[in-house]
DNA sequence: TTAAAAAGCGTAACAGCTCAACTTTCTGAG
DNA sequence: CTCAGAAAGTTGAGCTGTTACGCTTTTTAA
């Protein structure tokens, strides 16, 4: 099953020359300096080829990891411990998630610079991210014992989806996610913490 | 002052004029069936003349309106009745908003129609609206004593200038409006509301 | 009166993306 | 083993949004 032939190995081979290509480039000279045809001409492959490879266009060149994501999100609700809130999961799961991937794969950081950096790419990260919306608030639903289509579900699965968005860019993303995760949990208060 | 010369009239004119044939030819066909070549022609302009008045592209010609938004979320939350919380005003703001807006302008329901079916005018009527984010949570953050770029302060605002995207294409948006601000002002309970 | 500012024009081009028609390569069922 | 067909790939033309360039015309203001 796992195994795969010729075929499939060859369809992946090109599938990752196009995305080691396109990485390479735009760290070298930026997203918007280069071009499709270049991507295609570096991969010695046809522009028309990379497009069948990468039918959701030039952003998801960059994007070729980030499977199970979904699956974790809906495993750290489902999974808590007892007397763990679903806010609280959530803010554990997300706490750290950045320096460990950090620390992972060297090659990570240029791509989270590259993603910083690019407008476009960091509306087609959100995006993509946001994907699991759907799949969080059925988790979250289900576990409240709510429809799955509950409008407090979808939102309180919304706004934890996007907190590691927002946090990006402040002084401080550890202290910003957890006022965030705060709000969240219990509420806006008027009051600072202390 | 208001008086505006020949000269601004009739470049205020061209531009209404682009922006009129857009939303008629939009309705008719779809939005993506027409293209700018065409809506510059039906203005009897010249795409570059059309590109001149409509700097952000296609997208913009839909968002002729959109002004003063930002000073009435402001002032929802500087001029709110005493003892009223910040979400408590925004939730006020927002209620009843679209009935309100229908109501006013026939033509307004055409728009929105266009909007909701077409994933480019969403994503561009998003981001118009989350302009407002700064304006809003350093009207908070001044409310509240924090610092002008406080994350709770942004986060608030930016899950309130959400919720009214969020509700819509939901069964019931005004309960839902209630809800996702329930989730602001009180924090997750998860519990049934009952 | 006149010079600069601003609106507009037409052409040409580029980038992202798609389509159509065709070749090559692999797969799998008979 | 073979052969029909699926899937990867190619070429090349073409569409759409968008911008640059160089030019003419109108309006303004000094």
Same mark, same amino acid.
């Given at each position: 099953?796992t195994?795969?032939?010729?075929r /499939?190995?060859?369809k @992946?081979? &090109?599938r990752?020359?196009l995305?080691d @290509?396109a990485l390479?480039?735009?760290a070298?000279?930026g %997203? $918007?300096e280069v071009? !499709?045809?270049?991507?295609a001409?570096? @991969?010695?492959v =046809? !522009?028309? &080829? ?5 039918p959701d ?6 994007f070729d990891?980030?499977v ?7 495993a750290? +609700?489902?999974e *808590?411990?007892?007397?763990? =809130? !679903?806010?609280?999961a959530l ?7 950045h =320096?460990?991937r ?5 090659r990570?950081d240029d ?5 910083? &950096? &690019?407008?476009a790419l *960091?509306? %087609?990260a *959100? ?9 969080l608030? @059925?988790?979250i639903? /289900? $576990?409240a014992?709510l429809?799955?289509d509950?409008?407090?579900? *979808?939102?309180l699965?919304?706004f934890?989806?996007?907190?590691? +968005?927002?946090v990006r860019?402040?002084?401080?993303p550890?202290a910003?996610l957890d006022?965030i ?7 806006w208060t008027?009051?600072? +913490?202390?």
């Amino acid at each position: 099953m796992t195994e795969m032939g010729r075929r /499939e190995r060859k369809k @992946a081979a &090109t599938r990752q020359a196009l995305a080691d @290509a396109a990485l390479r480039l735009f760290a070298d000279r930026g %997203y $918007d300096e280069v071009g !499709v045809r270049e991507i295609a001409d570096a @991969a010695d492959v =046809s !522009v028309t &080829t990379l497009f069948k490879h990468f039918p959701d266009g030039k952003e998801a060149l960059v994007f070729d990891q980030d499977v199970d994501r979904e699956a974790a999100l809906v495993a750290a +609700v489902r999974e *808590r411990p007892a007397g763990q =809130s !679903v806010p609280e999961a959530l803010h554990r799961m997300f706490q750290g998630e950045h =320096s460990r991937r950090v620390h992972a794969d060297p090659r990570f950081d240029d791509f989270l610079r590259l993603i910083d &950096t &690019t407008p476009a790419l *960091r509306e %087609y990260a *959100r995006r993509m991210w946001l994907r699991h919306e759907h799949a969080l608030a @059925a988790a979250i639903a /289900e $576990d409240a014992g709510l429809p799955d289509d509950d409008p407090g579900c *979808r939102a309180l699965a919304h706004f934890a989806l996007e907190a590691p +968005v927002l946090v990006r860019g402040t002084g401080d993303p550890d202290a910003a996610l957890d006022r965030i995760f705060d709000l969240l949990a219990n509420g806006w208060t008027g009051e600072r +913490v202390g």
